[in-house]
């Protein structure tokens, strides 16, 4: 399969640890993708990648978030001391190209407790 | 900020019958409009999109019908099945910056055999 993969697809963590997830976009896609969903929300942007440079950062990234894309293949997205409110769905998602279909994978839900 | 609204929030139909979702953009500047279904424990997957140039688009079952001037957009789907049965996202873009996606709150659509 050749599609957008996350790992770890679940994740459970006590408040006030670090967690990080993985995202291996679809091979050659430049751009990619980080969104937020939460239950019976639609997905919220958080930040964006063009090949290994972010190039924009949503204000829901708090200065607890911190995201990568070394070399311009997989991402990884940080969250350091969760907090409960960081519970939520995390979608990674590639493109080709501007206003191409951005495909999603599957997620990583996060639970804090 | 860029917003998009959708209505209704949920939806239930006979097999057989069609489903309408609207969707209202803030962004005058939006000009990429993708739908997305989105089925449990699963990430958003596109069914069809639409861009400003044109005003509707069809494939197979599934139209979405654009109204730039309005600021509307509309997901159509006909002679719907139960497999139809699952969360439905619009979502708008534009091209300056990045293309990120601001979606609305979701339809849960369901199909009654």
């Known amino acids: 399969d050749t599609g957008v993969s996350q790992d770890p697809r679940h994740k459970i963590t006590k408040r006030g640890q670090n967690v990080t997830f993985r995202c291996d976009p679809i091979?050659?896609?430049?751009?990619l993708y980080w969104y937020r969903q939460t239950l019976g929300q639609g997905p919220e942007f958080l930040t964006y990648?063009?090949?290994?440079?972010?190039?924009?950062k949503s204000r829901l990234l708090s200065d607890r978030f911190s995201a990568e894309r070394p070399k311009g293949s997989f991402s990884t997205l940080e969250i350091q001391r969760t907090e409960q409110g960081d519970s939520a769905m995390y979608l990674c998602?590639?493109?080709?190209?501007?206003?191409?279909?951005?495909?999603f994978g599957p997620g990583t839900r996060l639970t804090v407790l | 900020g860029e917003n998009v609204e959708q209505h209704p929030s949920t939806l239930s139909v006979q097999e057989g019958d069609s489903a309408v979702i609207k969707c209202t953009y803030s962004?005058?500047?939006?000009?990429?409009f993708p739908w997305y279904k989105q089925e449990l424990g699963k990430g958003p997957q596109l069914i069809i999109d639409?861009?400003?140039?044109?005003g509707e688009k069809k494939d197979q079952r599934i139209a979405v019908t654009l109204n730039k001037t309005a600021k509307h957009f509309s997901l159509h789907i006909t002679e719907t099945q139960p497999e139809d049965s699952a969360v439905y996202f619009c979502?708008?873009?534009?091209?300056?910056?990045?293309?990120?996606?601001?979606f609305g709150t979701g339809t849960r659509l369901q199909v009654f055999p």
């Open positions: 998602a590639s493109s080709l190209r501007l206003l191409g279909e951005q495909f």
């Open positions: 091979s050659e896609h430049n751009r």
């Open positions: 990648f063009q090949n290994e440079a972010q190039l924009e």
């Open positions: 962004d005058s500047a939006s000009n990429y």
């Open positions: 639409i861009r400003s140039n044109v």
């Open positions: 979502a708008a873009s534009t091209s300056y910056n990045t293309d990120k996606l601001i």
